[in-house]
């Protein structure tokens, strides 16, 4: 299909909550996914949401395999996600760095819930039910924050830890968004 360009930060859309999709497996919802896919692709992203593209729908993408942007982070299966339902597990909190396409350039400190049960559909309308912890968990909550109109500046606890991924990271060959 085509790749679209990713709306930045300060576009009001990004901070819409995005509706749920209605009808699974259309030409529509299988266009936008593709796009999404050329899209995250292209910008060698870890994952990428509906509203980042325009679409305010619940609908997002991810997937980590061997990804210059984490060279340290564990494999993430490519999974679509639609409607999605979170369920923390236990209290327990991870921080790490996280970026994001509609923040070129930037890096940030993010604390989030370690366990995750997360549920949604994928394209096809086929239900989706894991529970995940570490890296794969994070993915999905900075995913789905994009569908509640929260980008991950927002969640950052300690700005000291937010900047710039080649002054933060100089010399350690971090590739930029
Ligand atoms: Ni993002």
Redesign the pocket.
Known sequence: MAIKTVLRMGEPLLLQQAQPVTAFNTPELHALIEDMQDTMQAMDGAGIAAPQIGVSLQVVIFGVGANPRYPDAELVPYTVLINPTLNFIGDEIEEDWEG???VPGMRGVVPRYTRLHYTGFDQFGNSIDRLVSGFHARVVQ?ECD?LQGIL?PMRITDLSQFGFTDVLFAGQNIVDD
């Open positions: 994001c396409l509609s900075h994009h991950y």
